[in-house]
């Protein structure tokens, strides 16, 4: 889920448009026809993005939740390369959604402007979905008791590898539980015996010519620098929330450890040198890359190319940790039926309803149950092909019980922010400079327009 400067532009135009006034549920269904069922018919809308598969998946929920709740009629509306851009147009002319996707920053500026609706208020009354019933870090808050939204799949990230190299080097498989994760050097060391020259020498060997690698042992997301930062027992974000801790030895350390995978180790490829590698799932099945750190939804793609594919829990620093993201779904604060809407709301948190795209290892559900209950983990988290052997400790308890929201989930000024981070960040990992000197150079401007950060 990709974002861009529309998101900034949407904020800014939204600032503009006005709000319809907010009517009670009661009064808008009583001007409402009556349904076949006698009650008045409600009409709702539900606009979200992605890719074909999980359109196809939202849609059969909804269709399913029109069964349930013949008195409401869900509007979809799909929006996978506009969505800025059309949900600006809705709001602007006053058709705001009732439910809707929205990525995680917009979410907590559009509820401090009043434009989203609190959902504490449901949640503290709803036995079935409420914040002891979902899992850790899956509710957004935007001020104390304040909820802007839950997220609508969970995602994480472990190793994901291919069987076939492992086995060829006669390297040991990753660990798949915490107690048992890699240390760091152990995890190099791995790379290291999968990662080849042309001429067949690993990256153990005296004779390993780094300019000419033909297999690296593992790549990066390094779009998730900050990956290992709470394996190294640090945050990015002080603990009184106020600054960024650019300075903090063991975040500069965490950081540059991944920098190193490149450039002192030679196990990973640069930014450059990713550019002439196929993308992730082929990379594995072509044998150009033994282990990709990714998000679980890799395992749908990576099962369609039957790859011979395991799961590893992510090498740790200090302790095992995992990071976690995941875009909030959330409800306007102008819907004319919200008691309706929240209906809907609770039914796309279910993953009972679209059981197969968690079955199929794309998502990961949000309520706790499916992460406890014997029986509601065996619809999802052991299905094969989409969930390796191992997958329930290195990804769904490592996730339920070691995992870490993603730093910038509670930074109220991030797009600002990662204006002066994302070109240092580009300069690390690009071998530029190293992570100390590139977060010195840029701390004060950083702190300078930190605006601290949200529950």
């Known amino acids: 889920m990709k974002k861009g400067p529309l998101l900034l532009l949407l904020s800014v135009l939204l600032l503009a448009a006005g709000c319809q006034p907010e009517g009670s549920s009661e009064k808008a269904a009583a001007s409402q026809p009556a349904s076949a069922t006698g009650q008045p018919k409600v009409e709702l809308s539900y606009a979200f993005w992605g890719t074909a598969n999980e359109r196809a998946a939202q849609e059969r929920m909804i269709a399913k939740f029109m069964e349930q709740y013949p008195n409401i009629h869900v509007s979809s509306i799909y929006a996978p390369g506009d969505y800025a851009t059309k949900l600006t147009t809705l709001y602007a002319s006053n058709k705001a959604p009732d439910v809707f996707l929205l990525h995680k920053e917009s979410a907590l500026q559009w509820a401090e402007q009043g434009k989203l609706h609190n959902l504490k208020e449901f949640m503290d009354a709803d036995p079935e979905v409420n914040e002891q019933t979902l899992i850790p870090n899956a509710v957004m808050y935007w001020d104390e008791g304040k909820i802007a939204g839950v997220k609508v799949t969970e995602e994480s990230f472990a190793i994901y590898y291919n069987k076939d190299m492992f086995e060829e080097a006669n390297v040991p498989l990753p660990p798949v539980k915490a107690e048992d994760a890699w240390t760091w050097d152990e995890f190099v060391t791995t790379a290291k015996r999968l990662t080849f020259d042309r001429n067949g020498n690993n990256a153990l060997s005296a004779n390993f010519d780094p300019a000419h690698i033909k297999q690296y042992g593992v790549r990066l997301p390094t779009y998730l620098w900050h990956l290992f930062v709470p394996s190294n027992d640090a945050s990015m974000i002080a603990a009184d ?15 540059q450890k991944m920098v190193d995978l490149i450039y002192v180790h030679h196990v ?188």
Request: hydrophobic share 40%.
């Open 268 to 455: 990973a490829p640069s930014p450059i040198e990713t550019k002439n590698i196929p993308e992730p799932t082929l990379s594995l099945q072509s044998k150009k890359v033994a282990m990709n750190i990714d998000g679980q939804w890799i395992q749908l793609d990576l099962a369609a190319a039957k790859v011979n594919f395991g799961v590893g829990v992510l090498p740790k620093l200090k302790k095992s940790t995992t990071i976690q993201f995941g875009e909030p779904i959330v409800m306007s604060a102008t819907s004319k039926h919200p008691k309706e809407a929240w209906l809907l709301y609770k039914w796309l948190l279910d993953a009972e309803h679209a059981i197969d795209m968690y079955a199929s290892g794309l998502w990961m559900p949000l309520l706790k149950d499916y992460y406890t209950k014997p029986e509601l983990i065996a619809k999802w988290a052991t299905v094969k092909p989409g969930h390796p052997d191992g997958y329930e400790d290195a990804v769904m308890r490592q996730t339920y019980e070691n995992g870490v929201n993603s730093f910038d989930y509670y930074l109220r000024n991030i797009e600002q922010i990662n204006l002066i981070l994302s070109p240092a960040i580009d300069d690390i990992f690009l071998g530029n400079k190293p992570v100390k000197e590139a977060f010195e150079e840029i701390a004060s401007q950083v702190n300078a327009v930190f605006k601290g950060t949200y529950p």
């Open 241 to 255: 929330g106020s600054h960024l801790n650019l300075d903090d030895p063991a975040v500069i350390d965490a950081v």
